[in-house]
């Protein structure tokens, strides 16, 4: 993890709302041979007495599954818009260019989860994605054998976050004027460009009214 000051959120509050508003991570550990694996998921955030906890499911005999298994130590990675900068923006212009990104990483160990945890975990999901439980996809509208068939395919987890990284690279070392003219030029490119735009841009207003 890139570790410098001006980097940093000036709060916890603002690396919990960026987890929750990219709550698909790549989810990273080791077998038992020590080859890492990884896989991408959704995860859920959860608070209980002080501690953070991620729930998630997976399928059941993927390699990853099985390393988990194995091996409980795993990190989970939350990152968001990122891109390119160039060194036009900079005055001098003949220098190098740099890598915009904001990410989170979440240490923590792994503990499965029974039928009766998979099946709660499968609701809070449902309803949380889909934005609450009066959705024709709600898991109440299901058929029981449906759902049961599906849960013989996948395990839950609960993952306790027992360190907590982020870097949130967005020009705060470079003079106001730049990140403008940076900005200017990322709301002209793709779509990532304009979702790095959009992060810039809040970053710089946090900061103007701190």
């Given at each position: 993890?890139?570790?410098?000051?001006?980097?940093?959120?000036?709060?916890?509050?603002?690396?919990?709302?960026?987890?929750?508003?990219?709550?698909?991570?790549?989810?990273?550990?080791?077998?038992?041979?020590?080859?890492?694996?990884?896989?991408?998921?959704?995860?859920?955030?959860?608070?209980?007495?002080?501690?953070?906890?991620?729930?998630?499911?997976?399928?059941?005999?993927?390699?990853?599954?099985?390393?988990?298994?194995?091996?409980?130590?795993?990190?989970?990675?939350?990152?968001?818009?990122?891109?390119?900068?160039?060194?036009?923006?900079?005055e001098p212009?003949?220098?190098?260019?740099?890598?915009?990104?904001?990410?989170v990483h979440?240490?923590?160990?792994?503990?499965?989860?029974?039928?009766?945890?998979?099946?709660?975990?499968?609701?809070?999901?449902?309803?949380?994605?889909?934005?609450?439980?009066?959705?024709?996809?709600?898991?109440?509208?299901?058929?029981?054998?449906?759902?049961?068939?599906?849960?013989?395919?996948?395990?839950?987890?609960?993952?306790?976050?027992?360190?907590?990284n982020h870097?949130?690279?967005?020009?705060?070392?470079?003079?106001?004027?730049?990140?403008?003219?940076?900005?200017?030029?990322?709301?002209?490119?793709?779509?990532?460009?304009?979702?790095?735009?959009?992060?810039?841009?809040?970053?710089?207003?946090?900061?103007?009214?701190?």
């Amino acid at each position: 993890m890139y570790t410098i000051s001006y980097f940093k959120a000036k709060n916890q509050e603002d690396v919990l709302a960026f987890m929750q508003a990219h709550p698909f991570v790549v989810l990273c550990g080791a077998d038992s041979n020590g080859m890492p694996v990884a896989t991408h998921l959704p995860v859920l955030i959860k608070e209980r007495n002080g501690k953070m906890f991620l729930q998630a499911h997976s399928m059941r005999k993927q390699a990853h599954t099985v390393a988990f298994e194995k091996n409980q130590q795993v990190l989970a990675i939350f990152h968001g818009a990122h891109g390119y900068i160039s060194a036009q923006h900079y005055e001098p212009q003949n220098t190098a260019g740099t890598w915009n990104y904001s990410a989170v990483h979440a240490n923590g160990t792994l503990r499965l989860l029974d039928e009766d945890g998979l099946y709660q975990l499968l609701e809070e999901l449902t309803s949380h994605f889909e934005g609450g439980s009066h959705t024709p996809a709600s898991m109440s509208l299901m058929s029981k054998e449906y759902i049961r068939d599906n849960m013989k395919a996948i395990v839950a987890f609960e993952i306790e976050v027992t360190a907590l990284n982020h870097v949130f690279k967005l020009s705060q070392n470079k003079p106001e004027k730049t990140k403008l003219q940076i900005i200017q030029h990322l709301e002209k490119g793709t779509p990532e460009n304009k979702a790095l735009a959009d992060a810039m841009k809040k970053n710089l207003s946090d900061h103007s009214n701190h």
